[in-house]
C-alpha cells in the first residue's frame, strides 16, 4: 500500500495494528566526483520499494523523505541540509498524524549515515508520547550487514560513501547517472585511534574527493546481488515487526 495513491477514505479503513507504517528517510548530498547527489534517496526508495511490493496488505508506504542530515557535507557543496536538532524534529512530526491516528507499528527506514543519531533520537521522544506503539528504525545496510560483506570484493566490507557498495547499486538501478569516468577509490585514513572511539569530523577533513571507500571495485551486477540481499533481509526484520506483541493499550 502505498500512502501517496491512496484515498484518505481508504486509509482510514486500515487495520492500525496489523499494519506496518514504513517511511524511508535519506538525503540530497554530494557523493564523491561519480555519482549523483540523489543517491541515497534513489537507493532507499528502492529498497522501500521492494518491501511493499513483497508485503502489499501490511506494509503502508510513505514517500521518500529526501531531505537528511548533511551538514558534514557541505565543504564540498552539492549538498542540501537540514540541522541535527530540526531534523530529529521533522522524523517526530513525520511519524506522529498517523500514530495520533492509531496506527501502532512503524519503522524508519533509513538510507544515510548522517541520519542515524536524529532518528534514534526521534525513536525515543516519540515512546515517551506513544508507548503503545511499536516504533523501530535502521539504515537498511545495518540489517544486511552480513550479506553485503560477502559481496564486496574491495578491501572495505562495510558501508561507506559513494564506496563499492553504493556505487555497484546505482550502476545496476541507473548507470546513465555514474560518471565511470571519475570513478576514484578515496580509503579512510589509517589514524591509529581505534574505531571504538566516536570522532567527529566533516567530509572535507575526512576525505580526499567526498567519498569513504573503494569505488573501483564496483560492478552493477553485484549491485544486483547487493540490493536482492537488502530487499531479503529488510523484509525478514518487517515481518518480524509486525509480530512483535503490542503493549496493552490502558
Known amino acids: 500500500m502505498r500512502f501517496a495513491e491512496m484515498t484518505a477514505p481508504e486509509i482510514r479503513d486500515l487495520s492500525r495494528d496489523g499494519t506496518l507504517i514504513v517511511a524511508p528517510i535519506a538525503a540530497c548530498e554530494q557523493h564523491s566526483r561519480h555519482l ?7 537507493l532507499v526508495g528502492a529498497v522501500a520499494d521492494a518491501l511493499e511490493r513483497a508485503l502489499p496488505d501490511q506494509v503502508l508506504l510513505l514517500p521518500v523523505l529526501w531531505m537528511g542530515a548533511s551538514e558534514h557535507h557541505l565543504p564540498f557543496g552539492g549538498t542540501l541540509t537540514s540541522t541535527l536538532p530540526t531534523y530529529e524534529l521533522v522524523l517526530m512530526e513525520l511519524l506522529t498524524p498517523l500514530l495520533r491516528d492509531g496506527f501502532r507499528r512503524a519503522m524508519l527506514l533509513n538510507g544515510h549515515g548522517g541520519n542515524i543519531d536524529p532518528l534514534r533520537m526521534a525513536l525515543r521522544r516519540l515512546d515517551v508520547q506513544f508507548p503503545q506503539a511499536v516504533l523501530t528504525g535502521a539504515a537498511y545496510w545495518e540489517l544486511a550487514e552480513k550479506e553485503l560483506s560477502a559481496l564486496c570484493v574491495g578491501p572495505r566490507k562495510v558501508m561507506g560513501h559513494a564506496c563499492e557498495i553504493e556505487t555497484s547499486m546505482i550502476m545496476h538501478l541507473r548507470p546513465e547517472l555514474v560518471r565511470t569516468d571519475l570513478i576514484l577509490d578515496d580509503p579512510d585514513p589509517e589514524t591509529g585511534v581505534t574505531s571504538a572511539l566516536t570522532w567527529v569530523r566533516d567530509f572535507g577533513r575526512r576525505t ?24 531479503g533481509r529488510v523484509r525478514t526484520v518487517a515481518e518480524q515487526v509486525l509480530n512483535v506483541p503490542l503493549p496493552d493499550l490502558a
Open 36 to 42: 549523483p547527489v540523489f543517491t541515497d534517496s534513489i
Open 208 to 231: 580526499h574527493h567526498g567519498a569513504v571507500g573503494y569505488p573501483e571495485s564496483a560492478d552493477a551486477a553485484r549491485g544486483g546481488q547487493m540490493l536482492q540481499a537488502i530487499a
